[in-house]
């Protein structure tokens, strides 16, 4: 058995690994470069016989490479969880038109193949990938016996298990036939998240590949962050201006939405809540009030707080002092409106690393007005535009224009949909055998080193592989 990364080895985007053994060889996801790592969309490897591609999650760096390995001829078919086959048109979609411009009926055609290929699986089922005698790779539930048909051979026995980092995100057990497990930990969420059940570790992983976006930092604690939230909105209200929060269209934006109703219904005091009722809460975001549809689609998924909130009547993610914003007109003539006025909101637009996507504009026009708050909730690759301005760029340039900051730039990590250095350490001590191995992937060389250092420190495996290093 061998493991190769072909993304997200020596930063965060890009993931793609291949786990190849005598019977067959599995790809787990296939996601797009960003930021700094970016690289011409190629496919550089043969996908002709690959039998699988499973996917953990469907942030773009997870999955937004996939239209080039249709490109490239691949046909085998997709194992993910059954939230992350209804999300992964959907987000695809969103890359089709932006990245390549496609146009309405190309994009259908696309998402027509991805969909054929599609095979959604439950949380916690085994389920035996099957190479066919004609090379093609077929779907065969364990718990039934195989039918009739062309001789088969069992490549893999695959399962998801809840991951916490959004919605349908999976760590997934791989169980060779020669007995050996591998887990791919895909994006792990932190622990005490609200809307979302914390991730359980897996009784076992003779290899672990582990992410470690924040293999070397600690977040703010989940407790703390309405908290905080609350007091920047606060002050906000006090001077005017607008909040900006960028924000992944899936992930970040419904823990946001989840927080600013439970402030607005648990924990202001009566002069709070007359001024918070003036202020509008904006999702400028089509991608993400769909996203938000599914969130509230899967309930079944959330954690037990959050299905209590809901027995009680309110509702976490659709309350009334929230407005989405659909078309592109209500949105231009909503930051001018912004711009001009001045006037308190709460802005959640796309993209988390405003790397694109609506929330240019907003920066555009209201980073020069000291009134205005950003809000960095979430990790901000090397060279997007959401790094410089969290490092503290006096000036950025936004599609080729200079434009001065004048804003206060906030970063709250308690959003974070990523587990810290904490919580990675608890997820591999979790594991009840300790792994022969752990592959650290999906981070930048210091978090990967203090990581790896820190699991070779407490021998939490036998041998510790860095992938920037491989
Ligand atoms: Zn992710």
Redesign the pocket.
């Known amino acids: 058995m061998n493991i190769i990364h072909h993304g997200a080895k020596d930063g965060v985007t890009g993931s793609c690994h291949q786990l190849n053994t005598d019977e067959g060889k599995l790809l787990i996801d296939c996601g797009l470069f960003q930021g700094d790592e970016s690289k011409p969309l190629n496919i550089d490897f043969p996908v002709k016989d690959i039998d699988a591609l499973l996917v953990t999650?469907t942030?773009i760096?997870?999955i937004g490479r996939i239209p080039w390995l249709l490109a490239a001829g691949f046909r085998a078919p997709i194992y993910c969880t059954e939230a992350t086959a209804q999300l992964m048109p959907m987000m695809l979609d969103d890359g089709l038109r932006l990245q390549l411009g496609m146009k309405t009926r190309q994009r259908k055609r696309v998402l027509n193949l991805i969909r054929s290929l599609i095979r959604p699986i439950k949380y916690n089922t085994w389920t035996d990938i099957k190479r066919a005698s004609t090379a093609s790779t077929q779907i065969a539930s364990s718990s039934k016996s195989s039918a009739s048909g062309p001789i088969t051979s069992t490549i893999a026995s695959i399962r998801f298990q809840p991951a916490g980092?959004?919605l349908g995100?999976s760590y997934i057990e791989v169980d060779l036939p020669n007995g050996e497990r591998v887990v791919f930990s895909g994006?792990l969420g932190p622990s005490n998240t609200p809307l979302l059940p914390d991730p359980i570790s897996p009784e076992r992983a003779d290899v672990l590949v582990i992410e470690s976006t924040y293999g070397d930092k600690t977040h703010e604690s989940i407790a703390s962050r309405a908290e905080r939230l609350k007091a920047l909105i606060n002050r906000s209200l006090s001077d005017g201006g607008v909040i900006v929060i960028p924000a992944f269209s899936v992930?970040r934006t419904q823990e946001l939405l989840f927080d600013i109703e439970n402030l607005l219904a648990t924990s202001l005091t009566d002069d709070e809540k007359r001024t918070w009722s003036t202020i509008p809460v904006i999702l400028d975001s089509p991608m993400a009030a769909k996203v938000t549809e599914q969130y509230r689609a899967f309930k079944s998924l959330w954690s037990q707080e959050a299905k209590t909130i809901l027995d009680s009547g309110r509702h976490p993610l659709a309350f009334d002092q929230c407005i989405t914003i659909h078309t592109h007109r209500d949105h231009i003539g909503l930051v001018n409106r912004l711009k001009q006025t001045g006037e308190p909101a709460i802005v959640v637009a796309a993209s988390g690393m405003c790397n694109g996507g609506r929330v240019l504009n907003y920066l555009k026009a209201l980073l020069p007005d000291k009134r205005t708050d950003v809000i960095l909730a979430g990790y901000q690759a090397r060279g997007t535009l959401g790094r410089n301005i969290q490092r503290g760029d006096k000036h950025v340039n936004i599609d080729g224009e200079n434009i001065a900051i004048n804003a206060h730039i906030h970063t709250m990590s308690g959003y974070s949909?990523h587990a810290d250095r904490d919580d990675l350490l608890a997820f591999i001590e979790g594991i009840t055998q300790k792994p022969n191995e752990i592959r650290i992937v999906h981070g930048d060389k210091h978090a990967q080193e203090a990581l790896g250092g820190e699991v070779e420190e407490r021998g939490l495996a036998e041998k510790v592989v860095l992938a920037v290093k491989v």
């Open positions: 999650h942030h760096d997870h980092h959004i995100s994006d992930g949909a």
